[in-house]
């Protein structure tokens, strides 16, 4: 008798399920194009080596993949778009405009379920922003993000915001060796404590690195951005990422996008600015304060010397005085712009 059964983890879609689908992706096409994004439509088999690219050891075992009997090649049905977008740009830049906004939907499979009752074969939508980069273009995507959730009825959703570079750098300044890199991203990935704890001691970088690594798993979820500055203050080499997500979130609040969930932010640099605007003004009620008290203690200074040039009517001698008490204000405030653009990317964009 034959079987009319499908494979585990797929699903028909009948009328009504089909319908609200193709709702939901008219609704994000809709937000997609808003922005400028143009839609693409690529195949659902990619030869293997594409697809590989960018996927651990894990997910590269969840690629359904075979031999194609015409060409012997081994190929793959998909399991994300974002690769097969990566090689369209590589193959065709002189196809795409630059820079290249582009948005796709489509179905994707996986070899295995990833959960148990959860279907292999999944809906995928989402936008690709190529040829640029910058906290510009990271905020842009955070929006449309958002706006894309608020569209389809999520706007309740909470956005986790990471940065790659944050952990690759405290890969890097444990000093793993090798032969241990994919086991760490690996679990990483799987958020395994125990497991980074094992391999930071066989790490040869610096103790405070090896010792904050398998912190590493938990910078997620509630109080994520209090544990990630303890992080950046063990592991320095964090800091510039921390930094780049900073900025993307500051421009991207600024252009309407609510609170955000982040995995990996850095407050104290956003913290400082204002520390160094009251520093800057503090300078200058020093300036003159100064003239006050060297004259009430009778403590020699530019301060007492000033008041006594204007006792004597020395004119040369104040108005070098004014002079100089004004080239240091300059200077001041000269410097607390220059530290603004240093601890803030946005402001030195801007």
């Known amino acids: 008798m034959l079987d009319l059964s499908l494979p585990t983890g797929l699903r028909d879609l009948l009328p009504d399920h089909s319908a609200h689908l193709a709702e939901l992706s008219g609704r994000l096409q809709q937000v997609f194009a808003s922005f400028g994004y143009r839609r693409l439509f690529l195949p659902t088999l990619e030869r293997l080596d594409v697809v590989e690219r960018g996927l ?4 590269l075992a969840d690629v359904m993949k075979f031999v194609e009997p015409g060409s012997g090649e081994v ?3 998909r399991p994300d778009i974002t690769p097969q977008i990566a090689r369209l740009y590589a193959a ?18 996986r070899a295995r379920e990833a959960r148990a009752g959860r279907p292999r074969e999944v809906y995928q939508a989402g936008v690709e922003l ?25 706007g309740e959703a909470v956005i986790e915001v990471g940065h790659a570079r944050f952990g690759a750098a405290a890969i890097e300044a444990a000093g793993l060796p090798k ?13 395994d ?17 090896r010792e904050a690594l398998p912190r590493l798993a938990g910078l997620y979820g509630d109080g994520a951005l209090q ?11 964090c800091g510039p990422a921390l930094a780049e997500v900073e900025a993307a979130l500051k421009l991207a609040r600024r252009k309407g996008l609510g609170e955000v969930a982040v995995v990996l932010k850095h407050g104290l640099r956003n913290a400082l600015v204002p520390v160094i605007t009251m520093m800057g003004l503090q300078f200058g009620f020093l300036l003159g304060g100064s003239i006050v008290v060297e004259k009430v203690f009778n403590w020699p200074g ?34 607390v712009d220059v530290l603004y653009g240093a601890i803030n990317p946005v402001i030195r964009y801007e």
């Open 193 to 209: 404590e125990g497991v980074l704890t094992a391999l930071a001691v066989r790490g040869r970088g610096a103790a405070s690195a």
């Open 227 to 237: 544990r990630a500055r303890a992080f950046a203050r063990l592991v320095p080499g």
């Open 179 to 191: 032969k241990a890199l994919a086991e760490a991203w690996d679990a990483l990935a799987r958020k």
């Open 56 to 59: 651990s050891a894990a997910a």
């Open 75 to 77: 190929v793959a049905i």
């Open 130 to 154: 190529l040829g640029v980069g910058g906290a510009r273009y990271d905020a842009e995507a955070l929006v449309v993000l958002a706006k894309a959730l608020a569209r389809v009825g999520l």
């Open 92 to 109: 065709r830049p002189d196809a795409l405009p630059s820079p290249a906004r582009l948005c796709y939907d489509g179905p994707v499979l």
């Open 302 to 335: 530019m301060g007492r010397l000033l008041v006594d040039a204007v006792d004597m009517h020395d004119y040369p001698v104040i108005q070098a005085e004014v002079l100089l008490f004004s080239l240091e204000f300059i200077l001041i405030n000269l410097a």
